[in-house]
């Protein structure tokens, strides 16, 4: 999956498959030498919602991306064989440079946002439960998100200060930030939401 960043609604989109290319700068980091920093894509025929298209990773699986409140940075999950096994949180910015792990790089980790500052992330992760990633789900019948040991942490941007927001024996994970920049692990305080088999 590639992650692309749909300027005209302001919102990313994940895709395997994408129109007619444009060069948009050249490559850097991890990329091949042939490689793009970014791609403009044109819009499939026939699309009305989003008139340019702009492919930011070009391997692995890179998934749920999340603006800064600036628009200048994408946090995400991602996962790419000799790199990571499990999925880890990432940033980078929004013309596909400075792609930089944030998360510690052990367990699984998923769902993760900027605080409306811009002084903290938020995500979750199984590392405190186990450092290895967990044992893949059967996808026999299709997809599978399993509930494994998730929990809650806050970060700095850069992903130091790492903190225990929620921690349990439990799910808790699927958390998501309020406009306010509050960030709890009960909707009952009234300002984040999160999934928990609690």
């Avoid at 692309?4 to 498959?17: M, N």
């Amino acid at each position: 999956m590639f992650l692309i960043a749909l300027s005209a609604l302001g919102v990313t989109s994940c895709t395997g498959k994408a129109g007619g290319e444009r060069v948009a700068q050249t490559a850097e980091g991890d990329r091949p030498a042939d490689a793009r920093l970014t791609v403009l894509r044109e819009p499939e025929p026939g699309e009305r919602h989003f008139a340019r298209l702009q492919q930011l990773t070009f391997k692995g699986e890179n998934a749920e991306a999340y603006y800064s409140i600036d628009g200048q940075h994408l946090i995400f999950q991602r996962r790419a064989p000799g790199e990571f096994d499990c999925d880890q949180i990432f940033t980078i910015g929004v013309d596909g440079s400075n792609r930089t792990l944030v998360s510690t790089g052990l367990g699984k980790t998923t769902c993760s946002y900027f605080f409306p500052g811009g002084d903290r992330i938020l995500y979750s992760s199984t590392h405190l439960k186990s450092k290895e990633c967990p044992p893949p789900p059967d996808f026999s019948r299709g997809y599978v998100w399993p509930l494994e040991d998730f929990d809650i942490f806050t970060a700095a941007p850069d992903g130091s200060d790492l903190r225990v927001l929620y921690q349990s024996d439990r799910y808790d994970a699927e958390a998501t930030i309020s406009r306010t920049g509050h960030a709890s692990s009960s909707p009952r305080r009234g300002a984040e939401t999160s999934t928990s088999t609690r």
